[in-house]
């Protein structure tokens, strides 16, 4: 199908079309209205992790605002909960098995050939720009689709980082957070007199810790990893305890359910992983990183702040889109996990989706349909109106924000995979998976071990602990979610 039609489909009237058309032809004299977008990543970001969503003592005032002021998703779903693959998901509107980003390899040959929304979004009359972590394969040079470049390499510091600005490689002094929010205000402030719209991709390290690694690319078991807040905000959380009601209490509360995190878990505590990575393993996930995680968070949430005041004084705040998220999320401990997000459970595979944007969304707005990663990069195109090309597998949840009383079906179900990579940590070995994730059910498929499936009633079951797989009572469900998982694949593949 031509998926210049296929906008008629994702939530638009048939007259966007010919709209979509007008703006890309239209004279140059004439304004352009299309809304300047900033897409906001943080990376491995739980979805409570802020204080609209749900953490229990980070003060978060400027994402709150975007949740107060435009929407907030409740069952946004990672692709897959990895960081490298749900990136290329983030940027092309693709499944994993047509993106090709399987793991989080070396992928810097690959990722400067994907097709990307910023490509379409700069063919489109837009200004682009990215500033901050990229993280398909370990290159920090500029990528197709931006006019405007500031990246580092691979995971990059957390202090005194070396960025890739001005076609060259070169150490900076300061906060990353701090230098990455002051290079997206310069990319703004930029834009004050264009006549044309801009895209902005900000896309932090932060939460992400600075891992030691050593030149064969193995942690260095001495330092490990850390998390790091600015100096101004070390501390602030000292005495706060996160509550710890969802966490197991013991080693077979931690693994109820499931034989697979059994197994997981035993490889991961083995002598000769822990030897290995002992450092940065942090069993149980202490209230120390916790803490530094929200402390980390203050310095992007003060960057927000700076952005939104830009916008304000510049007055084009509301004529903005900000889109706000995660490239997946985080185990404080759930499952008897840590350290850890490519697992199927909820605390990795939920994100936080916030968007703030007055003349579509209506503030404080909560959306409770499914959506999923590969939808971000639809929704910007439609946004912007931009062409949406026949290789994007994701829908344009645009009709969603909108709340359009003729807008199509919304998802009855996401498919979230991960395809195992032991380079370089071996406990991952055979965790393979495919999962199907409706509104109430969850069937995990393991690939190389199928006869430890597992399915979980999310309502009556949030917690995950009880596997209705055996149960006969759940056979017909099984069943059903096992076909409809089969259709989601043969999708994600391109049959």
Same mark, same amino acid.
């Given at each position: 199908?031509?998926?210049?039609?296929?906008?008629?489909?994702?939530?638009?009237?048939?007259?966007?079309?010919? =709209?979509?058309?007008?703006? =890309?032809?239209?004279?140059?004299?004439? %304004?352009?209205?299309?809304?300047? *977008?900033?897409?906001?990543?943080?990376?491995?970001?739980?979805?409570?992790?802020?204080?609209?969503?749900? &953490?229990?003592?980070?003060?978060?005032?400027? *994402?709150?605002?975007?949740?107060?002021?435009?929407?907030?998703?409740?069952?946004?779903?990672?692709?897959?909960?990895?960081?490298?693959?749900?990136?290329?998901?983030? $940027?092309?509107?693709?499944?994993?098995?047509?993106?090709?980003?399987?793991?989080?390899?070396?992928?810097?040959? $690959?990722?400067?050939?994907? %097709?990307?929304?910023? #490509?379409? =979004?700069?063919?489109?009359?837009?200004?682009?720009?990215?500033?901050?972590?990229? &993280?398909?394969?370990? +290159? %920090?040079?500029?990528?197709?689709?931006?006019?405007?470049?500031?990246?580092?390499?691979?995971?990059?510091?957390?202090?005194?980082?070396?960025?890739?600005?001005?076609?060259?490689?070169?150490?900076v002094s300061g906060?990353?957070?701090?230098?990455?929010? +002051?290079? @997206?205000?310069?990319?703004?402030?930029?834009?004050? /007199?264009?006549?044309?719209?801009?895209? $902005?991709? $900000? @896309? &932090?390290?932060?939460?992400?810790?600075?891992?030691i690694q050593r030149?064969?690319?193995?942690?260095?078991?001495?330092?490990?990893?850390?998390?790091?807040?600015?100096?101004?905000?070390?501390?602030?959380?000292?005495?706060?305890?996160?509550?710890?009601?969802?966490?197991?209490?013991?080693?077979?509360?931690?693994?109820?359910?499931?034989?697979?995190?059994?197994?997981?878990?035993?490889?991961?505590?083995?002598?000769?992983?822990?030897?290995?990575?002992? @450092?940065?393993?942090?069993?149980?996930?202490?209230?120390?990183?916790?803490?530094?995680?929200?402390?980390?968070?203050?310095?992007?949430?003060e960057g927000l702040?700076?952005?939104?005041?830009?916008?304000?004084?510049?007055?084009?705040?509301?004529?903005?889109?900000?889109?706000?998220?995660?490239?997946?999320?985080?185990?404080?401990?759930?499952?008897?996990?840590?350290?850890?997000?490519?697992?199927?459970?909820?605390?990795?595979?939920?994100?936080?989706?916030?968007?703030?944007?007055?003349?579509?969304?209506?503030?404080?707005?909560?959306?409770?349909?499914?959506?999923?990663?590969?939808?971000?990069?639809?929704?910007?195109?439609?946004?912007?109106? @931009?062409?949406?090309?026949?290789?994007? #597998?994701?829908?344009?949840?645009?009709?969603?924000?909108?709340?359009?009383?003729?807008? %199509?079906?919304?998802?009855?179900?996401?498919? *979230?995979?991960?395809?195992?990579?032991?380079?370089?940590?071996?406990?991952?070995?055979?965790?393979?998976?495919?999962?199907?994730?409706? +509104?109430?059910?969850?069937?995990? &498929?393991?690939?190389?071990?199928?006869?430890?499936?597992?399915?979980?009633?999310?309502?009556?079951?949030?917690?995950?602990?009880? /596997?209705?797989?055996?149960?006969?009572?759940?056979?017909?469900?099984?069943?059903?979610?096992?076909?409809? =998982?089969?259709?989601?694949?043969?999708?994600?593949?391109?049959?």
């Open positions: 199908m031509d998926r210049r039609a296929s906008i008629k489909l994702i939530g638009g009237a048939a007259a966007a079309v010919a =709209l979509g058309a007008a703006r =890309l032809a239209r004279p140059a004299a004439r %304004p352009d209205t299309r809304p300047n *977008i900033i897409l906001i990543i943080i990376d491995d970001m739980r979805w409570d992790e802020f204080g609209a969503g749900g &953490h229990p003592y980070l003060e978060t005032p400027n *994402i709150d605002r975007l949740a107060r002021e435009g929407a907030s998703f409740s069952q946004a779903i990672h692709a897959t909960p990895l960081c490298s693959p749900n990136r290329a998901c983030l $940027l092309t509107g693709q499944y994993v098995a047509r993106h090709g980003v399987y793991n989080n390899a070396d992928r810097s040959l $690959l990722s400067h050939l994907l %097709p990307t929304f910023p #490509q379409e =979004l700069k063919r489109a009359g837009y200004a682009t720009g990215l500033v901050g972590k990229w &993280h398909m394969g370990n +290159d %920090p040079t500029p990528r197709p689709g931006f006019d405007y470049w500031v990246s580092f390499a691979g995971q990059g510091k957390i202090n005194d980082p070396e960025l890739f600005e001005d076609r060259r490689l070169q150490k906060y990353v957070t701090d230098l990455l929010t +002051d290079r @997206a205000l310069g990319f703004i402030r930029s834009q004050r /007199n264009a006549k044309h719209p801009y895209f $902005l991709y $900000l @896309a &932090h390290k932060a939460i992400h810790p600075d891992a030149n064969d690319g193995s942690i260095d078991t001495q330092f490990g990893s850390r998390y790091i807040a600015a100096d101004r905000h070390r501390g602030r959380y000292q005495d706060r305890t996160f509550p710890r009601t969802q966490v197991a209490k013991s080693p077979a509360q931690a693994v109820a359910g499931s034989v697979m995190v059994e197994r997981f878990l035993e490889r991961k505590q083995s002598e000769s992983t822990v030897r290995e990575f002992g @450092a940065m393993l942090d069993p149980g996930m202490s209230e120390q990183s916790i803490r530094e995680r929200a402390e980390m968070m203050l310095a992007v949430d702040g700076a952005i939104l005041t830009e916008l304000e004084e510049s007055g084009t705040l509301d004529h903005t889109a900000i889109i706000f998220g995660s490239d997946n999320g985080f185990f404080f401990g759930e499952h008897g996990l840590s350290i850890e997000r490519r697992l199927p459970y909820e605390e990795a595979v939920r994100a936080p989706l916030l968007v703030r944007y007055p003349p579509l969304v209506k503030p404080g707005r909560r959306v409770a349909e499914l959506v999923s990663s590969i939808d971000v990069a639809p929704t910007i195109l439609q946004l912007g109106e @931009a062409w949406i090309g026949q290789l994007v #597998q994701g829908i344009s949840f645009l009709p969603l924000l909108r709340n359009d009383k003729m807008r %199509p079906m919304p998802r009855s179900s996401v498919l *979230i995979e991960n395809f195992s990579d032991d380079r370089p940590f071996p406990w991952v070995l055979d965790a393979d998976y495919k999962a199907i994730r409706t +509104d109430r059910h969850k069937l995990i &498929h393991w690939i190389q071990h199928p006869e430890l499936d597992e399915l979980y009633d999310l309502q009556a079951d949030p917690r995950e602990q009880h /596997n209705l797989m055996k149960d006969a009572r759940s056979r017909e469900l099984a069943a059903r979610l096992r076909a409809d =998982l089969g259709r989601l694949v043969q999708q994600s593949i391109g049959l």
